[in-house]
């Protein structure tokens, strides 16, 4: 029978990449990344929210790539599958982990999070590395062949 690990959180990063390189030159990058829900308490009747934080790993080039565009408030999807572990802190007690080691990021929002408007004259970085087709014009061939080149609109 098949299985499935996977996870997807949206949230907003808990504070800045860091990220560092094996002695064989891979890339680990590791972020905090707070989700929230909220629920309505029943004896009360009042909104409460409860955030939870994520542990979240990536390698290789989306190391790369996560410490570079990813920093702290920024809002960010990511897809992955969860890693259990174990370890013994310095006072001798065995403590277990829960990691996520993500395998897709996309960046949420515009520039800093801050919105679409945010940083309009600056390109955005896309997984191709192609420019955003607002810089280049409409693609070749992308007309509806009429042959003036006019748009109505």
């Known amino acids: 029978m098949a299985s499935v690990n996977k996870v997807i959180l949206i949230g ?18 590791n ?60 006072d001798g007690v065995e403590r277990n982990t829960v990691d996520i080691i993500a395998e897709q990021m996309q960046l949420l929002g515009g520039r800093d999070g801050q919105g679409d408007e945010a940083g309009a004259g600056e390109e955005r970085p896309s997984r191709s590395g192609q420019r955003a087709a607002s810089k280049e014009g409409p693609p070749a061939g992308d007309h509806d062949g009429d042959g003036d080149g006019d748009i109505p609109f």
């Open 31 to 90: 972020v905090s990344v707070a989700t929230s829900s909220r629920r309505k308490d029943r004896s009360s009747g009042e909104s409460i929210e409860e955030t939870q934080w994520h542990r979240v790993t990536f390698y290789e080039r989306l190391a790369e790539i996560a410490g570079e565009y990813l920093k702290k408030g920024r809002p960010v999807y990511i897809e992955g599958r969860l890693k259990y572990g174990k370890y013994t802190d310095k």
């Open 12 to 29: 907003n990063c808990g504070r800045d990449p860091e990220v560092r390189y094996t002695p064989t030159g891979t890339a680990i990058c």
